[in-house]
């Protein structure tokens, strides 16, 4: 199995897990997928289904609403907006659906189907959506009264492109390399990189970063997580080495031993890739010395830089050393005077 595609196992996302998303635990409600990427041509429609499950132990009362997002400039965190002026998606294709409530059992599991229509004038545009569903728990004693013991929010979001001919038309940038230019020898170095898509559509990180340092060409590899960059948007890379890859690899061949074992794989799995998958990096020996060519490569985009390593603490320490030596003599002489 490529490293590319692991990484693409891991997901394509914004912030999110791909697995189903819970609420608040009092209410257990959960809500897949927690973000689809859809694209539709004008003039045409397509279907969009939605599962909400209620793994509580009380009915729900669930109430549908359309909103806009938009994404932070870092790390990709959705923030929802107030509303949305979106008129083409709609529950059963029927735009009175949205605010009208319905409940939800538990231990009950429903599919809603969302019918995105979209008129023949419709432009080139992508839109990014949310699917709110307020839950609102309902009391066993009171249930017709519907009195409120608690309530929350969950959502499933849409990066939705209009387009005639479903062409990639994402272009993601170099906006920034962060790295000192000169280290200390026993300190190592942070680094990290920001991307912009200065493109027409969501596009994904592809690419690397490789640290070479002479003799060698390559000390150490970086593979960049796919993350999604929406239109305009800028984004800190993620990545993984290789060694941390190949770790996962052979954790992902394990499955099969691990779930006849009893063990929860999956919850494994995701514990190794949030402690390995990282967007802030730091690169550290036992000693560095002389000079460590970092090359980011994002899509056709390439950008070098060089950090140099001194043994600065020892220089001090050499300078200083005479005037220690200075200091312990006077003291030597005070005290035997």
């Known amino acids: 199995m490529s490293k590319l595609v692991l990484l693409i196992l891991f997901t394509l996302s914004l912030a999110f897990s791909p697995k189903m998303v819970q609420a608040a635990s009092a209410l257990d409600l959960k809500v897949y997928p927690p ?6 041509k004008a003039g045409a429609g397509i279907n969009h289904q939605v599962k909400l499950k209620n793994e509580g132990l009380y009915t729900l009362e669930i109430t549908p609403a359309l909103v ?26 029927d735009s009175n659906k949205w605010g009208k409530s319905f409940t939800i059992k538990p231990g009950q599991e429903l ?27 309902l009391s066993f004693a009171s249930a017709a009264a519907k009195d409120t013991l608690i309530s929350a929010v969950v959502a499933s979001n849409v990066v939705l492109l209009i387009d005639s001919d479903g062409q990639n038309r994402g272009e993601l940038t170099i906006e920034q390399f962060f790295l000192p230019k000169v280290v200390d020898s026993f300190m190592g170095f942070n680094f990290s990189a920001l991307v912009k898509n200065i493109g027409f559509n969501a596009t994904p990180i592809t690419g690397h970063i490789k640290i070479s340092h002479w003799p060698n060409q390559e ?43 009893g063990e929860d794989f999956v919850a494994q799995k995701e514990q190794f890739i949030n402690e390995k998958l990282r967007s802030n990096f730091f690169y550290k020996k036992s000693f560095l010395i002389g000079a460590y ?30 005037f220690l030596s200075w200091v312990a003599s006077v003291l030597s002489k005070s005290l035997k005077k």
């Open 219 to 261: 000390v150490e590899v970086y593979q960049l997580y796919p993350d999604m960059v929406l239109v305009g948007n800028k984004r800190l890379v993620r990545a993984m080495s290789e060694a941390d890859l190949k770790a996962l690899e052979l954790l992902v061949k394990s499955e099969d031993v691990k779930v006849a074992a």
């Open 68 to 93: 806009d997002f938009h994404t932070d400039e870092k790390l990709g965190k959705v923030i929802l907006e107030q509303k949305s002026d979106f008129a083409y998606l709609n529950l059963d294709g």
């Open 293 to 322: 060519d970092l090359e980011l490569k994002v899509g056709d985009d390439v950008l070098q830089k060089r950090v140099i390593a001194l043994p600065f603490s020892l220089l001090f320490i050499a300078l200083l050393l005479p």
């Open 35 to 40: 973000v689809a990427y859809l694209s539709v």
């Open 111 to 137: 599919a809603l189907n969302f019918v995105i229509a979209m008129p023949s004038e419709a432009q080139y545009e992508e839109r990014y959506l949310s699917i709110l569903f307020q839950a609102r728990q």
